[in-house]
Nanobody
């Protein structure tokens, strides 16, 4: 069973930057393609970004492309999401997510339904 713990959320102003982290334990981190999802109040949980097992391939939702960067450090068992030029519409709970283990090394999830496990989330609030 993989365990995912997010951190780094907070209250920021529009235009600011923030980096989220996700500490992963319980299984071999490099076995998992990973991603970030987000959920605003009253909304469904949406796909934000994903990264392949070895980190060479990434994929982003159109709404964050060019502003957010997903990365991973397999030696530290940690996933990151660097968020630049934050907007009020980015306000949401952000969830680290893991796809089922041992997919192809270069495969990148492309939607929320591709993930099988996720953490408790960290709140990001962007004021205008």
């Amino acid at each position: 069973q993989v365990r995912l713990v997010e951190s780094g959320g907070g209250l920021v102003q529009a235009g600011d930057s923030l980096t989220l982290s996700c500490a992963v334990s319980g299984r071999t981190f490099s076995d998992y393609a990973m991603g970030w999802l987000r959920q605003a109040p009253g909304q469904e949980r949406d796909f934000v970004a994903a990264i392949s097992r070895i980190g060479e391939h990434t994929y982003y939702a159109d709404s964050v492309k060019g502003r957010f960067t997903i990365s991973r450090d397999n030696a530290k068992n940690t996933l990151y999401l660097r968020m630049n030029s934050l907007k009020p519409e980015d306000t949401a709970g952000y969830y680290c997510a893991a796809a089922p283990p041992s997919a192809g090394a270069y495969w990148v999830p492309r939607g929320s339904s591709a993930f099988a496990s996720w953490g408790q989330g960290t709140q990001v609030t962007v004021s205008s």
